[in-house]
């Protein structure tokens, strides 16, 4: 990771988070609504890269979200029980607001808005037991705000069909998976060097959770789509690999440990193909059911495929301890 003209060697920021969550359920109806917002108080200004290649590999969402911003996920799902049947709507909402200045300096890092609605239903049916089939819809629109001066823009619209599985596969295992089809379709203002605004996609949204002993549980999850890049000029695939292991020791102490792969394949006329593979371990200690604490560690590590692009590759460790207040 090469990095020039005025850039400090460490940083500071301060990240205001709020998150709410609200489960009203009776017998045959349940509504879960979830919210978190980020404010970033950092730097207004991006980063300028000159390395072979520009930004760090994935395009450096770490140095991106040390930036001034705010960021909103809201989730309300309805579920509805009739028999056998189960409806299931659901409103998704996401917000990127970027606050950082735009600029034409040859390699500065410029932000540019991007924001995502998407809206549908599933309806499932036990198939075996209590592992149930679903098949779902999707519509959704994604926008990305003009950066400078340029005239292309990779506003979207997309349909989903989705088929899957939820419930145990075993006594110790259980499936939530989602995968189908998605038909998008860029604005009038996508590059032509894109070719066909009309592209098919594959959605995967899927996990597998074991429970090999009454303290240990293993989560295996994998989740891909694509969405306008953040740095204005491209949209991209977005693919997370994870698996996290937790050990529960006592009433007090927990153990966790996992690894992530994450990968971005940014379509024309920006191409990249990048990796980012993590490791991390974490011990958490409750004092009381409101007060607890934590110590943990990650590893980074960027990589390219990309020949001559050697620049966005990089390693980086990550050391935090937390506080925390759960008021219930």
């Not at 927990?254 to 006329?269: D, E, K, Q, V």
């Amino acid at each position: 990771m090469q990095d020039v003209d005025a850039v400090e060697p460490s940083e500071d920021f301060v990240a205001h988070r709020c998150q709410v969550d609200g489960i009203f359920q009776q017998p045959s109806t349940k509504v879960e609504v979830s919210g978190t917002m980020a404010v970033i108080d950092g730097d207004s200004e991006g980063l300028v890269w000159t390395g072979p290649g520009g930004a760090p590999a994935t395009g450096g969402p770490a140095v991106r979200d040390r930036r001034d911003a705010a960021v909103y996920r809201g989730t309300a799902r309805l579920t509805q029980e009739w028999g056998p049947w189960s409806v299931r709507p659901a409103i998704t909402v996401y917000s990127h607001d970027f606050r950082t200045v735009q600029k034409t300096t040859p390699g500065y890092l410029n932000s540019a808005d991007r924001s995502e609605l998407v809206m549908g239903a599933d309806a499932g049916r036990p198939m075996v037991s209590e592992l149930k089939g679903w098949l779902g819809y999707r519509y959704g629109a994604q926008d990305q705000a003009r950066l400078l001066d340029y005239p292309e823009e990779y506003d979207n619209r997309f349909h989903r069909v989705l088929a899957g599985v939820e419930g145990p596969l075993a006594g110790w295992l259980k499936a939530a998976v989602m995968v189908g089809p998605e038909f998008r379709r860029y604005g009038d203002r996508a590059p032509e060097v894109m070719g066909d605004h009309d592209v098919l996609n594959l959605f995967v949204d899927a996990s597998l959770t074991a429970k090999p002993g009454t303290a240990d549980s293993v989560v295996i999850s994998a989740r891909q789509f694509e969405q306008p890049g953040f740095a204005g000029r491209s949209a991209y695939e977005d693919i997370t690999l994870d698996v996290g292991w937790r050990h529960v020791v006592n009433t007090h102490w927990t153990l966790r440990a996992g690894g992530r792969a994450y990968g971005t394949s940014f379509l024309r006329p920006m191409i990249r193909h990048d990796w980012v593979f993590s490791l991390n371990g974490l011990i958490h200690y409750d004092f009381t059911k409101r007060y607890s604490t934590e110590v943990s560690y990650a590893y980074e590590d960027g990589e390219t495929q990309d020949s001559g692009a050697s620049a966005r590759e990089y390693d980086q460790h990550w050391v935090a301890l937390g506080l925390k207040a759960a008021f219930r």
